[in-house]
């Protein structure tokens, strides 16, 4: 198996790391995988991961739960109310940070479809893009939507977009400077991204540590604490201009955490932290298991 060997940082570009945890993969095999932090710019990465190539057998299951219609279980109840209810959100919050009630709309990592289906319904034109042929399949079944493989990005014309989003989606990706680049030349000049992911800075992850199930090694490669966010967006030509949290996250990641490890009652559990993780969020929003970025152009 080829592994990608990280030797220089992709946000500051120096090589000082050091070894920050050792997680385990308990969604699929396992394994364990150690967790690296840029000593520089305090940048997270799992080091020693398969190549995005080579990857694809850590996903094959079928309780991975984004490319899931799973309802066993008080968890995926869970994680599929939520869902339908941060839907509506992620579509009001791009209209509001976009300024636009419609526009053209690109979403990457589309998974199984839900959200430019909402986005479609809403009334926006949507290109969305996902690597997984499973999920583009299930997509086109369900929501009859044409969903792209990631090298249709390379052909898409340039400032074309009002809104591009990746919702739990660029912590997955091996080229992230690349990834930026992109981003940068496919939006309008007055667009807006807006990108979802873990907070490794959450009460959550400092509650579990090593054993949160959001690192979800080696599946996810990068974790964005919002300094580090906010520093990417900057080196590619991007202002910050919001963040806003997603505290329900907690209660699900608090659950798959208690079920990895086998432990008695993990959606009660789960529950708990997570209403812990929610009350620690009210007054310090980066603290949220996940974060919601809207990113602007410079002027």
Request: glycine residues 6%; aromatic residues 14%; hydrophobic residues 40%.
């Amino acid at each position: 198996m080829n592994v990608l060997k990280i030797d220089q940082c992709p946000l500051c570009g120096k090589s000082h790391f050091e070894k920050a945890m050792q997680c385990t993969d308990h969604y699929a095999t396992g394994e364990a995988f150690d967790i690296y932090r840029c000593r520089d710019c305090g940048f997270l990465f799992t080091q020693g991961v398969p190549v995005e190539a080579e990857i694809g057998r850590y996903y094959e299951s079928p309780d991975y739960i984004s490319h899931s219609d799973t309802r066993q279980g008080w968890t995926y109840r869970v994680y599929h109310w939520v869902r339908r209810f941060m839907l509506g959100r992620k579509v009001r919050l791009v209209k509001r940070s976009s300024g636009l009630p419609k526009g053209a709309l690109l979403d990457i990592g589309t998974g199984t479809g839900y959200f430019p289906d909402a986005s479609r319904k809403a009334g926006w034109t949507v290109t969305a893009i996902e690597k997984s042929p499973a999920a583009r399949a299930f997509a086109k079944e369900h929501f009859h939507l044409e969903v792209l493989a990631p090298e249709a990005l390379a052909e898409l014309p340039s400032a074309s977009f009002d809104a591009i989003t990746l919702w739990h989606v660029m912590e997955h990706l091996e080229d992230l400077n690349g990834t930026w680049e992109q981003l940068f030349r496919l939006l309008k000049p007055d667009g807006v991204v807006v990108i979802a992911v873990p907070n490794p800075n959450s009460y959550d992850a400092a509650y579990y540590r090593e054993r949160w199930a959001a690192y979800d090694v080696p599946r996810h490669l990068w974790h964005f604490v919002p300094s580090v966010m906010q520093q990417l967006g900057a080196k590619h030509g991007f202002i910050l201009a919001e963040r806003h949290p997603m505290p329900f996250d907690a209660f699900y990641i608090a659950m798959m955490t208690e079920r990895y490890y086998h432990h008695r009652l993990p959606f009660l559990r789960g529950l708990w932290i997570g209403a812990k993780a929610w009350v620690a969020t009210l007054g310090r929003k980066e603290r949220s298991s996940s974060m919601m970025y809207v990113f602007r152009k410079k002027k």
